[in-house]
């Protein structure tokens, strides 16, 4: 049951499986990340809705060529032509998405991918870390009035004032920001995850992560630490050589991260003291004062014959001073739990 009935503040944590070029230009691998996503245990499945030409311009002037260790070596026309998701797959895909019972969606990247999505009637919308800056976009997609996802890798805090109040302005009403490090694969000691529980007092919306590190461990922590989104790039075996294979995740993967998302959240439980739970039963082994020598009656109870051992059938151990020196009224065994009738 959704709280404060926004589209992403739940009761659990919201997975987003991100295929990005994943699907290798295949519609049947495409295809079956959706449903695998699904049986790894994630509520979303998102794609990319671009092509290489609304994203760029094909030139191989100093500007448009990469350079990255992956990357590297080409123009962004090229590598984006590699890619992107063509558009004629995005109705048959949201529909093996349905009948797998999964939420699709995918990432807008300029106005005619915000058109496109919405006959589609896709439920919510993502803008990615690069297009934040684009407040014309932020604008044209948040008139849609639908919830809205946005990745704020690389930006300053101003500019994501500036992105949350043009989104905001323009009609939406139910915003998400995703804590991001905009780099492939990104180092964990780069995320800085305590930035998410300031990002949801400043903002006050529901926060997340759009996390690129490898592994899964930044992922669990962000929900340790208040992430109510975790999204990760996603790929149907480590044998696949895609784009974005090399900083993704395979089935294996997210679902022991799924899991450990799921153990997280109930860890995480409430402020409580106390005992809990299954405690009830352990309470017998604390400690307590016992007789650990036969002591006759009229005896002097010391340190010797008395101990605060466990279990916890006899006095807490907070009494013994005040039997200590005292006289036994009758003969105790040893291992006989001392009471304080026993003591004159």
């Given at each position: 049951m959704r709280k404060n009935n926004s589209f992403f503040n739940r009761d659990k944590c919201f997975i987003i499986a991100e295929v990005s070029a994943n699907h290798g230009h295949s519609f049947d691998r495409a295809a079956a990340l959706i449903e695998k996503a699904k049986e790894c245990g994630a509520d979303a499945v998102k794609f990319q809705t671009y092509t290489a030409d609304t994203l760029t311009i094909d030139s191989a002037k100093k500007y448009f060529m990469i350079k990255h260790p992956r990357w590297g070596g080409q123009t962004l026309h090229q590598l984006y032509k590699k890619a992107y998701t063509p558009w004629s797959w995005f109705k048959k895909l949201k529909k093996v998405a349905d009948d797998a019972g999964i939420t699709f969606f995918s990432t807008s990247f300029d106005e005619t991918s915000v058109d496109f999505l919405e006959e589609l009637d896709v439920p919510v919308h993502k803008l990615s870390s690069f297009e934040l800056v684009d407040l014309p976009l932020v604008e044209y997609i948040a008139k849609t009035k639908k919830p809205l996802i946005l990745s704020t890798g690389m930006a300053e805090l101003p500019e994501i004032e500036e992105a949350v109040k043009t989104a905001k302005k323009s009609g939406a009403k139910d915003i998400a920001l995703l804590k991001c490090v905009s780099s492939y694969p990104a180092k964990p000691e780069q995320v800085n995850l305590r930035t998410i529980p300031e990002m949801k007092k400043l903002f006050g919306t529901a926060v997340?992560?759009?996390?690129?590190?490898?592994?899964?461990?930044?992922?669990?922590?962000?929900?340790?630490?208040?992430?109510?989104?975790?999204?990760?790039?996603?790929?149907?075996?480590?044998?696949?050589?895609?784009?974005?294979?090399?900083?993704?995740?395979?089935?294996?993967?997210?679902?022991?991260?799924?899991?450990?998302?799921?153990?997280?959240?109930?860890?995480?439980?409430?402020?409580?003291?106390?005992?809990?739970?299954?405690?009830?039963?352990?309470?017998?082994?604390?400690?307590?004062?016992?007789?650990?020598?036969?002591?006759?009656?009229?005896?002097?109870?010391?340190?010797?014959?008395?101990?605060s051992i466990r279990p916890a059938n006899g006095l807490e151990p907070r009494y013994m001073k005040d039997v200590l020196n005292k006289k036994a009224k009758r003969n105790l065994a040893k291992g006989t739990p001392l009471k304080m009738d026993m003591v004159e």
């Open positions: 997340g992560i759009s996390d690129h590190t490898l592994g899964t461990g930044v992922p669990v922590a962000a929900v340790s630490i208040g992430a109510e989104i975790i999204e990760k790039h996603f790929l149907l075996s480590r044998r696949s050589k895609t784009v974005d294979s090399f900083f993704s995740i395979d089935p294996a993967g997210f679902k022991d991260m799924v899991d450990n998302i799921r153990v997280a959240e109930k860890a995480l439980g409430t402020v409580h003291f106390g005992v809990s739970g299954e405690e009830k039963k352990s309470r017998v082994f604390r400690r307590s004062l016992f007789v650990v020598k036969d002591i006759k009656k009229g005896e002097i109870l010391t340190r010797v014959n008395v101990r």
